[in-house]
């Protein structure tokens, strides 16, 4: 397996370097977009899932929320590896272990067995969706082609987030729900392939020391309050092992600054999140994927549990969610490379509280129109926050951050659906008028979180957070940080 600095592009292939450059993002949006279909194909398969292995709507829950969860868990480890064995090398494990997974998911004899192969699942797909973006980021150099490049990957993931539903559909209501699991083999093994042959090795200039307690930190926090979330309704708030939960997610979340603190190469540099438009980015990306998570969750037993649509007919309605976020996705690219962040980030807030809003008054007999008017808006507003968060986590930072800060990010995405699973599903109870009644407090909670992207977005690309990301540049320089001056400084010029 060669690297970048002694096999180039050109050598390797004999394709342009600029021709070589849209193929390797090509080859990295298949590769992603595996985990894009596999977002909501398997949300469509979920009431199949239910009646063929019993599983009880907490099962469900922790199908969908166990992958959000083992990748927002590892996806900073994955990041920080393939910084230092190499990010192709990561990457082709990541996909040979997410198609391992896929095949075992289709194989699960029970809810448990599905639950554990889905980890493998995640634990596959932890080392694609950072490490896609680390290669792009190295092989895209320039600003104005790298934002592009991020908008064709964003609307690459929201064109397959789309095929998910109709494909799922087709699969489940034609053959059977483990198929939707199958269905990634062969993608993954010509991703396989086609990354081998084309797909550069590049790595940090410098490797930077494992941090296992602060990875073992997150694992604890995340797992907890995910946990807690799921199972507290069903126990009870004040059954023993709730609270212990509750409060090993506090020890945790004291625990992880004052571990960080200490070591002089973290696994999280929590010196970057004094910037607004850092933290800024993580929270917009963590909100944005909470309302996205959970409208998946509750819109997909509203359609099938509720209305009793078909599989194939659930699919088909959820098309303009994902077609918008497609679309939006690849005009907010375009918009980041002329404009900067702050317009994308607070139209796509704006979008995604107007969709989630308009279904909070949901019956058993809302009409169609309603309701694919409210999927368009959601999908554009999910669209519209994409590209600009991910430019905002990856701008000015120096080579052997770019694994760890786009991984960052990428770990707020999918703690957030996982989040926005729990709660919602949480909320919800029944089925008939119980579902309805209590549903409309799930998707006000969704609409807030379009609120709370658009308040976000204003305040962390706001001249006071510049200043004060200029301000907090000077005081690690001045404690001796000059690197960390430049990347604030190099993130201010990019819009960041």
């Known amino acids: 397996m060669s690297t970048a600095g002694t096999t180039g592009p050109t050598a390797q292939s004999g394709l342009s370097r600029p021709v070589r450059r849209w193929l390797v993002l090509a080859i990295c949006c298949l590769s992603v977009g595996v985990t894009g279909i596999n977002l909501t194909i398997v949300n469509v398969a979920l009431p199949s899932i239910s009646k063929d292995l019993h599983a009880s709507v907490s099962s469900l829950q922790w199908t969908v929320s166990t992958y959000s969860l083992v990748m927002a868990c590892l996806l900073m480890l994955s990041g920080s590896m393939a910084d230092r064995f190499g990010r192709k090398r990561i990457f082709l494990l990541g996909l040979t272990l997410f198609s391992l997974g896929s095949l075992l998911c289709g194989l699960a004899p029970s809810a448990g067995w599905l639950i554990a192969f889905v980890s493998v699942q995640a634990i596959g797909g932890s080392m694609l969706n950072p490490v896609a973006m680390s290669i792009i980021v190295s092989v895209f ?277 996982a989040v926005g699973v729990a709660v919602t599903g949480s909320i919800v109870a029944g089925t008939g008028t119980d579902f309805i009644n209590s549903s409309h407090s799930a998707w006000a909670i969704l609409a807030g979180c379009g609120l709370a992207a658009l308040a976000l977005g204003a305040i962390s690309t706001s001249d006071w957070a510049k200043a004060a990301a200029v301000r907090n540049g000077e005081r690690l320089a001045a404690a001796g940080q000059p690197r960390v001056q430049k990347i604030v400084d190099d993130r201010l010029s990019t819009g960041g």
């Open 141 to 417: 150099t320039d600003r104005q082609e790298r934002a592009r490049a991020i908008g064709v990957w964003g609307s690459v993931i929201g064109i397959t987030v789309a095929a998910g539903p109709v494909l799922g559909g087709l699969l489940v209501g034609g053959i059977n729900w483990r198929w939707v699991f199958w269905v990634n083999v062969p993608i993954g093994i010509a991703a396989l392939g086609l990354s081998q042959r084309f797909v550069p090795e590049s790595k940090a200039a410098r490797a930077r020391a494992f941090d296992f307690l602060g990875q073992a930190l997150m694992v604890v926090l995340f797992a907890s309050v995910i946990a807690a979330t799921i199972e507290g309704p069903r126990l009870g708030w004040a059954d023993p092992g709730i609270i212990a939960l509750i409060a090993l997610a506090a020890l945790a979340l004291i625990g992880i600054p004052v571990a960080e603190f200490r070591r002089s190469e973290p696994l999280i540099d929590l010196r970057f999140f004094r910037s607004p438009p850092f933290s800024g980015a993580n929270l917009i990306s963590l909100v944005m994927s909470a309302s996205l998570g959970g409208f998946l969750f509750l819109n997909t037993l509203y359609l099938q549990d509720i209305r009793h649509f078909s599989p194939l007919h659930a699919g088909l309605m959820i098309i303009p969610l994902a077609a918008g976020q497609a679309v939006a996705a690849y005009l907010s690219g375009r918009l980041v490379a002329s404009r900067r962040d702050r317009l994308p980030l607070m139209l796509g807030g704006a979008l995604l509280a107007i969709g989630g809003f308009l279904l909070v008054p949901l019956t058993l007999h809302t009409g169609p129109v309603h309701l694919l008017a409210s999927y368009t808006l959601f999908g554009l507003g999910t669209g519209m926050i994409g590209p600009p968060v991910n430019h905002a986590a990856v701008s000015g930072m120096p080579a052997d951050q770019v694994g760890v800060a786009g991984a960052l990010a990428a770990s707020a995405r999918q703690f957030g659906i």
